[in-house]
């Protein structure tokens, strides 16, 4: 029988969490594997892509605390890799003036001392030309907010967590995960062995976890993510300084409409409907939905004219979607050295290096640097049932 390989820890699923996971835990000279199931880079996952929206606007302070430290990571990676990550941009919140959902976004900004900047009805054009704001509606700017270059962080996290002396295996789907005070891990192509495990899965979170006795309450979801014609080449540029947008839930849309200026595609601005129909992972493809485009088309009818109303390119991608939508970051319950990151909701991306930082932190035993209480499994109660 071949021996056994062992490592301190080895993380499961080389997506932006667990990549950043894996970097934090080499950093502190752990023994790390990173296994993934596809070639990397791949396009299957919730990963790919060229652009995330990074922001400090949202409607809980914990989120916007955590950015604060989150940028000055983002600022680290890029300094210590020499790479370009983060394009400042400003992202535009717009919602119904006496909305709950916009209220939040404008006060957690204010209390925060976010940079930010009001719009008012008569100046909004002078800053914002090609877009339409709707009757009601109110409109703020974080100034901090911007573009991360998602692709490119993921090659250099990757590359960096190698520089440090970690292995990653892709093309290893992990079959099995035998917990124990030593736990084993079996590949399609090895046994590992190591002193704890972090499962950074995504939409396969639950479809792994049924080896460890546990289900969570996640729905994984399709986006189809679209990218819009600008009639006039350049109106919607980074470069014209056009900013992201997010449209709080209002009567316009049930859930956030999203966007990013024109950049990866020229002439093309990437718009998305934070919310898609429930897919197997595996069998993504197979979900065809387009309810979401239809939503989109008649927004981008109204408030956005310089783009033709027909989506020229759409893309895949999922959310893993919790019922809160917070994420969850925890020792799994019965084992504590297996930690688990899941359940990024769709908004996890700018959040991977505190996340790679807190989950490597978890693992070490260590005393978690923020107050997880809004990510523990506890908080499902009922809804987290035995996988067996
Ligand atoms: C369209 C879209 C737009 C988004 N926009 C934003 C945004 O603007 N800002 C933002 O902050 N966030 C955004 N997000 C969310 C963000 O991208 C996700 O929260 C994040 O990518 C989740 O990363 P992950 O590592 O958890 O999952 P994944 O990237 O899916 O990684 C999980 C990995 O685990 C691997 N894996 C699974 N099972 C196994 C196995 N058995 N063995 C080995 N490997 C396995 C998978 O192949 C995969 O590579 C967006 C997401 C989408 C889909
Ligand atoms: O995380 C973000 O910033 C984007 C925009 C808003 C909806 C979720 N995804």
Redesign the pocket.
């Known amino acids: 029988m071949s021996t056994k390989e062992e490592y301190d820890c080895i993380v499961?699923?080389?997506?932006?969490?667990?990549?950043f996971t894996a970097y934090q835990l080499a950093k502190n000279n752990q023994k790390t594997l990173l296994?993934?199931?596809?070639v990397?880079p791949?396009t299957?996952?919730?990963?790919?892509?060229q652009?995330?929206?990074?922001?400090k606007a949202y409607e809980q302070d914990f989120y916007t605390h955590m950015m604060e430290e989150c940028y000055e990571l983002w600022a680290q990676l890029e300094r210590e890799a020499s790479v370009k990550l983060y394009r400042q941009t400003g992202l535009l919140v717009m919602g119904p003036e006496n909305s709950q959902s916009y209220q939040l976004f404008k006060s957690t900004l204010q209390r925060n001392k976010v940079p930010m900047v009001t719009l008012t009805r008569d100046n909004f054009s002078q800053h914002i030309p090609h877009v339409n704001l709707a009757e009601g509606d109110g409109a703020v700017v974080d100034i901090t907010a911007g573009i991360?270059y998602?692709d490119r962080a993921?090659k250099t996290v990757q590359g960096q967590f190698q520089k440090l002396g970690g292995i990653i295996r892709d093309k290893?789907?992990?079959?099995d995960i035998k917990p124990g005070p030593i736990v084993t891990v079996s590949?399609?192509a090895g046994v590992y062995q190591a002193k704890s495990v972090v499962i950074?899965?995504?939409?396969?979170?639950n479809?792994?976890l049924t080896h460890t006795d546990l289900q969570l309450p996640l729905e994984v979801v399709k986006?189809?993510?679209c990218y819009w014609k600008e009639k006039v080449p350049g109106s919607y540029n980074v470069k014209q300084r056009f900013p992201?947008f997010l449209l709080t839930e209002g009567e316009e849309s049930k859930e956030h409409i999203?966007g990013?200026p024109s950049n990866e595609y020229p002439g093309l601005v990437k718009i998305?409907y934070?919310m898609?129909s429930k897919t197997d992972?595996d069998q993504r493809d197979k979900q065809t939905d387009r309810s979401d485009i239809d939503i989109l088309q008649r927004y981008i009818s109204r408030c956005l004219p310089g783009l033709l109303p027909e989506p020229a390119v759409v893309?895949?991608?999922?959310?893993?979607l919790t019922p809160d939508r917070h994420?969850v970051l925890d020792h799994h319950p019965s084992y504590s050295n297996i930690v688990i990151?899941?359940?990024?909701?769709?908004?996890?991306?700018?959040?991977?290096p505190i996340?790679g930082k807190l989950l490597c932190e978890l693992s070490l035993g260590q005393v978690p640097s923020y107050d997880l209480s809004p990510f523990r499994i506890r908080r499902f109660q009922a809804k987290t049932k035995s996988a067996l």
């Open positions: 499961i699923g080389a997506g932006v969490q667990g990549s296994l993934e199931q596809f990397l791949h299957r996952g919730s990963s790919h892509g652009t995330r929206i990074i922001r991360l998602a993921l290893e789907k992990v079959m590949s399609s950074t899965a995504g939409p396969w979170a479809k792994l986006i189809n993510v992201c999203y990013l998305c934070h898609g992972p893309e895949s991608c999922m959310y893993t994420f990151g899941a359940g990024f909701s769709g908004h996890g991306f700018k959040f991977g996340i």
